[in-house]
């Protein structure tokens, strides 16, 4: 009965390589998030989903795409990935939007670009 | 938009003791303001919230303190336990300027037995 779900836990794979992570929560969530954490623990928004609709793309590189089919999931596909790329993607969601709701996050997503 | 300083970066104390975490924030607009601790290899977990209209609030071992009119907000942990060693990040958020929560750097906790 995981409350936000992301796939896969690890992901190692080669410069210039296409990938995507997924994620699901369960806990009727009206919007979601993807977050990247560096090396020094900073967490950084990526982009901020309402009920399906982007509400925030922060400066993000155009290869990164996120798509949300439906409000319970968000998934992110990279292309072309590089070697700054190497982080770990959380994934969150939380009641409402404009930072007024605490998030839930997934477990993460240890990325490494090689 | 909105900006939060943490500090300190690390701390390390001894099991029983005291331990408090720092936060200012810069959009005086912000009025919800949530804790949340991270253990290693675990996705951040949301341990206390305060909004704006309440200047302390306490969950057992753990408080949150909030001077909005100094804009910062502390947590503050008693009788630490070894269990307690986590990164934790503070965050601001609600202030209407940007749609999400903005986090402070982290400050990472240990605590010695």
């Known amino acids: 009965d995981t409350a936000v779900s992301q796939t896969p836990k690890y992901l190692v794979t080669q410069m210039g390589n296409d990938k995507s992570i997924k994620c699901e929560q369960n806990l009727g969530h009206d919007t979601m998030y993807w977050y990247k954490q560096d090396s020094k623990k900073f967490l950084k928004i990526m982009f901020s989903y309402n009920n399906k609709e982007l509400i925030i793309n922060e400066t993000v590189p155009n290869r990164f795409s996120p798509k949300s089919p439906d409000k319970a999931h968000l998934n992110l596909h990279i292309n072309s990935l590089e070697l700054g790329d190497s982080a770990v993607y959380f994934c969150?969601?939380?009641?409402?939007?404009?930072?007024?709701?605490?998030?839930?996050f997934g477990s993460g997503t240890r990325l490494t670009v090689v | 938009g909105e900006n939060v300083e943490q500090h300190p970066s690390t701390l390390s104390v001894q099991e029983g003791d005291s331990a408090v975490i720092k936060c200012t924030y810069s959009d005086s607009a912000s009025n919800y303001f949530p804790w949340y601790k991270q253990e290693l290899g675990k996705g951040p977990q949301l341990i206390i919230d305060?909004?704006?209209?309440?200047g302390e609030k306490k969950d057992q071992r753990i408080a949150v303190t909030l001077n909005k009119t100094a804009k910062h907000f502390s947590l503050h942990i008693t009788e630490t336990q070894p269990e307690d060693s986590a990164v934790y990040f503070c965050?601001?958020?609600?202030?209407?300027?940007?749609?999400?929560?903005?986090f402070g750097k982290g400050t990472k906790l240990s605590v010695k037995p």
């Open positions: 969150a969601s939380s009641q409402g939007g404009g930072g007024n709701y605490g998030y839930t």
């Open positions: 965050a601001a958020g609600g202030g209407g300027s940007q749609g999400n929560l903005i």
């Open positions: 305060i909004r704006s209209n309440v």
